[in-house]
């Protein structure tokens, strides 16, 4: 009996010291199974922008001219977006309806929410494609907004009304990502704050420039035309910004045949843009990048692996083919003027018969008549009803 008593003592000890020494064992083992879980998610992560690109959408939006008259035009603006979507469909391997250009009268803050949040990139886009977004127009300094937001101005954008009508841009590279679960978003931005009091400058007025670490996250690269501080200058030489003009110039192939991936041409177009400016406006303009990219360099004009067709009856007005069939003109000014021209309906007339011309009304005296003698018995009765009627 006391033998038992001692057994079952001592296995309860033994119990009692297991508990007690399980508590960092299990910690330890919670560690190491979350240590693995990040592995596998950055792993996961890593073949996501490992994985080739199947296919390629961008959404490009230039705007020069504004409704609200406190808001400059621009001169190159539209041009800038025009150029650089056929940048993309001709040397960047982008079909010509997986581009839609929104320009002017049609790049009003609905359009182009619609756009990248709602009717085209997000029943378009897949997880392993590659989304572009570009922007040359006006931007708004923090200090513009009661929330300290920077803000993309739209063709109806009101400058005292950012939040109700302006593109925050914080959100923009998130919506895309969110809406569309795609993680490979390139944002460019030929679109700056500082100020645009002197002619061939864009921005409101002079102030800090966007903040980019707030736009750039997992899977995003974000490039801006300016740093904080600077204007986005307008060419002297040519008819483009000087931004975009130096993009699409180094991003094209160069001699040799090879893509050149975007971080690698980031550092010539930052030489060619200072250096121009420099020049032509004693001023400085600095680009500025902000990339979180992980895995494989990101070639803008790569083919790519799975291309998709969009089908007819989804065919957009907006894209950049529609967009050239009409000339280069927004679709809304399109319509606005189609709809006068129409022919003059021609009144009728009958060729066999002359017009004869209005004789004109011209005094004369009257004509002196010889009065016609009468009488009475001479005149004969009116052989007609009427005699009966009259009583006569």
Request: with cysteine; charged share 25%; net charge neutral.
């Amino acid at each position: 009996m006391l033998k038992k008593k001692i057994l079952l003592s001592c296995s309860m000890m033994l119990l009692a010291a297991c508990i007690s020494g399980s508590t960092p064992c299990l910690a330890q083992e919670d560690d190491a199974k979350r240590e693995k879980q990040m592995q596998a998610a950055q792993e996961q992560v890593m073949k996501a922008v490992k994985r080739p690109i199947k296919d390629k959408w961008a959404v490009v939006i230039g705007v020069d001219r504004f409704v609200d008259p406190r808001i400059p035009h621009l001169r190159y603006s539209s041009k800038d977006a025009q150029d650089f979507a056929k940048f993309l469909v001709e040397k960047a391997n982008f079909a010509p309806d997986h581009v839609l250009l929104l320009l002017n009268e049609d790049a009003t803050q609905r359009n182009i929410r619609s756009a990248i949040g709602d009717l085209w990139l997000p029943r378009r886009v897949l997880d392993d494609d590659l989304v572009v977004l570009y922007a040359s127009t006006h931007g708004s300094p923090k200090e513009l907004d009661v929330g300290g937001d920077n803000f993309l101005i739209a063709h109806d954008t009101k400058q005292d009304e950012l939040w109700t009508t302006g593109i925050q841009l914080k959100d923009l590279a998130p919506v895309v990502e969110q809406r569309t679960h795609c993680d490979r978003v390139v944002l460019i931005l030929d679109a700056c704050n500082s100020g645009a009091a002197e002619a061939g400058g864009k921005g409101l007025y002079r102030a800090t420039n966007f903040d980019l670490n707030a736009v750039a996250g997992k899977g995003k690269i974000v490039i801006s035309s300016s740093d904080s501080n600077q204007r986005s200058w307008e060419s002297k030489r040519y008819e483009n910004g000087v931004f975009t003009h130096s993009l699409i110039e180094v991003l094209e192939k160069s001699k040799d045949g090879q893509d050149k991936d975007i971080e690698a041409a980031f550092d010539n177009l930052k030489d060619k843009v200072q250096s121009e400016v420099r020049f032509d406006r004693k001023a400085f303009q600095t680009p500025v990048m902000r990339s979180k990219w992980e895995g494989d360099p990101l070639v803008l004009t790569a083919k790519p692996v799975a291309p998709r067709d969009v089908d007819a009856d989804d065919d957009n007005p907006y894209t950049f083919k529609n967009v050239i069939k009409r000339g280069g003109k927004p679709l809304a000014l399109a319509e606005t003027k189609a709809a006068p021209v129409t022919p003059p309906v021609a009144t009728p007339t009958t060729p066999s018969v002359p017009v004869q011309p209005t004789p004109q009304v011209v005094s004369t005296p009257p004509v002196q008549t010889t009065p016609v003698q009468t009488t009475p018995a001479q005149t004969p009765p009116l052989q007609t009803g009427s005699q009966q009627i009259l009583g006569t």
